[in-house]
């Protein structure tokens, strides 16, 4: 009675109807700015997991966290800047304008450093990334400071708060999202190129510089567009878990990016309408929130790499081989000791619970021994060597080799030998 007691509350979460102002977040029924916000948000993901995806393929994931860290100075400078010169220090676009200036700048300086020292990538991105994000934090450390600066909620661009968007940042966001997933989808030839194979790029007149450097302002522009809503702190999960998911799903570099553009768009979708229910939870990590959920499905479902698919053909490999061993222990009259080998032939009907073999089981026994001896003489073959060393012991020889070869090997077998 006290456990059924103790569930019962449990019980009531579980049974529950969905929220209704969750359920009005995801079907756009909680206003015009709202859905602006949350469509910019979509646009967003869909933008930075497919920028993310060719940042993944050359191996430069950081390089976003130098971005996105670099970005904060310029907040801060064009919020004094602008307070200076009597507007409003709140104003999106020149919030935007002066973090995408020291993202830029965060750029050049990882690029002059790895071009101009001995410092490989990650250092140098290291040493920008904390030299820009320390003074960012001095300069935010100030402007609290100021009587312009408390209620100025410049802490909303380290985590990202749609509370309070007012139309105009929310359209700005939405646009901005929208040209950048536009233009990784029209540049997506000559991203994979650079990616898989910068020598072939050169050779058929791709600058791979230039492209790099392309590539470099649109992981800029998706990091200063989704200041607001991701935070620069939570851009950089957006720009990767996306393509890290995407990965267990595909092989392929055109489906990589559709699928982690998916995942983004997925990710930005249900996290800023979660948010737009909860104005007290910051934005940025709802969505990472639910982009690890994502990745978390993928990393466990994913039909090819996730961790079932390879338990399931770890599980299948294992029973093949068993089931081949024990196969060969019963043509040549050897004991079966293993109790796994023993079950899956009295499974299959080969073999009694005793280890002697059924009318099916010798006959299925017979024909293992023989493929063996099969597989010895295409291995000293030299037409058939190159075939056999390839060969995994357990696919059956009739979906390897031509019936015409079977036969040439049978007439080897059962020829008979010379005598001497």
Known sequence: MAVGWQLRPWRRWLTRAPDPMLREALTFGLGY???????????????????????????????????????????????????????????????????????????????????RTRLTED????????????????????????????????????????AGMLLPDAVLIAVGGALTLALV?????PFTLVAFDPGYAEATGWRTGGIDLVLMALVMAVTVVGLKVVGLIMVVALLIIPPVAARFW??????????????????GYVGAAVSATAPGLPTGPIIVLVAFGMFALSFLAAPGRGVVAVALRHRRLQGAIHMRQGLLALATGQP???ALTLRLLTRAGLARADGVATDAGRARAAKALRDERRWDV??????LAGIAATHDGLSEIE???????????????DAPREVT
């Open 33 to 115: 700015n709202a859905t602006l916000v949350t469509l910019g948000a979509t646009a967003l993901g869909m933008a930075a997991g497919g920028a993310g995806t060719y940042l993944f393929l050359r191996k430069r994931a950081l390089v976003s966290d130098a971005v996105s860290h670099a970005t904060l100075p310029g907040i801060c400078l064009a919020f004094m800047l602008m307070v200076a010169l009597g507007g409003d220090g709140r104003f999106l676009p020149g919030l935007l304008l002066g973090s995408a200036v020291t993202a830029g700048l965060g750029l050049l300086c990882v690029a002059a450093l790895v071009r």
């Open 123 to 162: 250092a140098a991105i290291g040493a920008v990334l904390s030299v820009f994000f320390g003074f960012g934090v001095v300069l935010l450390t100030i402007i609290q400071t100021l009587p312009a600066g408390r209620q100025a909620g410049l802490e909303g661009f380290l985590l990202g708060s749609t």
């Open 185 to 189: 989808a029209v540049l997506h030839r």
């Open 250 to 267: 595909t092989d392929r570099a055109a489906h990589l990016a559709l699928i982690a553009g998916a995942i983004g768009g997925v990710s």
């Open 336 to 338: 079966i000791y293993e």
């Open 378 to 383: 295409a291995r000293s073959s030299p037409s």
């Open 399 to 413: 979906t390897v080799l031509t019936p015409d070869q079977i036969a040439e090997i049978d007439a080897r077998i």
